[in-house]
Nanobody, 123 residues
Framework: QVQLVESGGGLVQAGGSLRLSCAAS????????IGWFRQAPGKEREFVAA????????YYIDSVKGRFTVSRDNAKNTVYLQMNSLKPEDTAVYYC????????????????WGQGTQVTVSS
């Protein structure tokens, strides 16, 4: 069992930065790959970024490449999403999720989800 709690969301102006944190409980955290998803009002929840269990591999959607960085600290059971050069279209509720296996960009691959944190980017 893994429980996930996101934090770090807020209101920021376009061009600004935020760092989201995803704190996990459970001794098996290091066995899971962590992904970040987001859901804007009226839209489907979409994959944003992911990092493998070992931390060797990262994945990003094209729209955030070069602006977002996902990292993890297994010693702290925490995964981070550093978001720079934020744009109004990044406004959404951001969720972290944990998966043991499966395709990193598929929601159905993820076994555990956090409650989400709101990110609002003003123009």
């Amino acid at each position: 069992q893994v429980q996930l709690v996101e934090s770090g969301g807020g209101l920021v102006q376009a061009g600004g930065s935020l760092r989201l944190s995803c704190a996990a409980s459970g001794r098996t955290f290091s066995s899971y790959s962590i992904g970040w998803f987001r859901q804007a009002p009226g839209k489907e929840r979409e994959f944003v970024a992911a990092r493998s269990r070992s931390g060797d591999t990262t994945y990003y959607i094209d729209s955030v490449k070069g602006r977002f960085t996902v990292s993890r600290d297994n010693a702290k059971n925490t995964v981070y999403l550093q978001m720079n050069s934020l744009k109004p279209e990044d406004t959404a509720v951001y969720y972290c999720a944990a998966r043991y296996s499966g395709y990193y960009a598929s929601r159905s691959s993820y076994d555990y989800w956090g409650q989400g944190t709101q990110v609002t980017v003003s123009s």
